[in-house]
């Protein structure tokens, strides 16, 4: 079992985004950070990551609990975090 993944196949493996391309240009234009970092397609996301996507009006907070193999629902592969107020 894989211990990592490029960060734009796990959006989409994950259904957080439901294409890999949208994901690719979302990571690109700098809306996705990896632990409080601004994070690229190509960045590996492992167990534990907290991960913060802001698209459009929508800010979300999810830790990655397992990577998963296939493509599945953000169930049982993510948590979402609720939002810390004053960030």
């Known amino acids: ?42 960045a590996l996301v492992q167990v534990g990551d907290v991960l913060t996507i802001d698209i459009r009006d929508r800010l979300m907070r999810v830790r990655v609990l397992r990577i998963p193999q296939r493509i599945e629902g953000p169930e049982g592969v993510v948590e979402v975090l609720p939002e810390e107020a004053g960030e």
Do not use: P, Y
Request: proline share 0%; net charge positive.
């Open 1 to 42: 079992m894989a211990d990592h993944l490029r960060l734009d196949l796990f959006l989409k493996t994950s259904r957080l985004i439901k294409r890999r391309s949208l994901a690719k240009e979302i990571c690109d234009a700098g809306c996705v950070q990896i632990n409080g970092r601004m994070a690229k397609a190509g």
